[in-house]
């Protein structure tokens, strides 16, 4: 049962990571059932017995992906059926409130009176696409959504470019190394939306003072001016084009033209 998370919290880690809002832990998560999708036209369950389900354990993040640390038990149905069921919600609240998350299931189930439906541990994934935001980061945030450990906004926040692609993992990470090359502190962006944000105000590199050899075709976010360890680069994405800086050149990223995109679909 692969799910994502939704658009708000996309948004709001973003802005966590981004030093443009701090976003607190959810007190307390619980499950849904849905007909249709619940991030668009899908209708959340109703009936007698039907409620969501308090759900705060969750297994620490890997590979991108967080899941369910026990069963998740739904009461019995035993007045009216709850309609047809064809995904899974989180929200941070018994009623109302924020998506969280959300999952399809692999087919949609037609509820009846006697069921007892549940979610078997482990069954419930939300994972991070590739891409965007590096693993480590991505676990991290999945942890801190999801009630394990919390998130430090990061002190300073630093742009950095590369002639390769970095990877999900920071081992394609090329930064270029001749020319007075160094990266940019840059702790100004703007509010995170549809899980995408950019630069607020210009992010202007010294001026090369000799070529950098080889275009830069990507860009990185660390929270360091000079490691290179995936538990340091938190973000990373493909320039709109590649940029070749000869000696003279100053690189520089215009008021937001730099484009930070997570969890794509």
Known sequence: MPGVISVYTGNKILDHL?????????????????????SG??????GTEYKRILC??????ASREVKNSAQIDFDEIETNDWGDVDYVGIHD????????????????????LGDNLYIAA????????????????ANKSLDHIFKNDAIVVPTNLYVGVSTANPTDNASGLNEPSTGDYARKLHN???????????????????TATASWEAAVTHFIISDSIDAVLEGNIIIH??????????NGDTLNFADETLDIVIDEV
């Open 18 to 38: 981004l030093k443009v809002a701090s976003f607190s832990q959810p007190t307390n998560l619980y499950i849904s059932l849905y007909n249709g999708d619940p």
């Open 188 to 206: 100004n962006w703007n509010i995170a939306a549809s899980k995408a944000t950019n630069n607020d105000g210009a992010i202007t590199f010294a």
């Open 56 to 61: 705060n354990g969750w297994e620490e993040a």
């Open 237 to 246: 994405g493909a320039l709109g084009a590649s940029k070749l800086i000869g």
């Open 93 to 112: 609240a018994l009623t109302d409130g924020n998506l969280i998350g959300y999952a399809p299931l692999a087919e949609t189930y037609t509820t009846q």
């Open 41 to 46: 036209a899908g209708t959340e369950c109703n």
């Open 122 to 137: 482990e069954a419930l994934t939300i994972k991070w696409k590739a891409g965007g935001i590096c693993n480590t980061w």
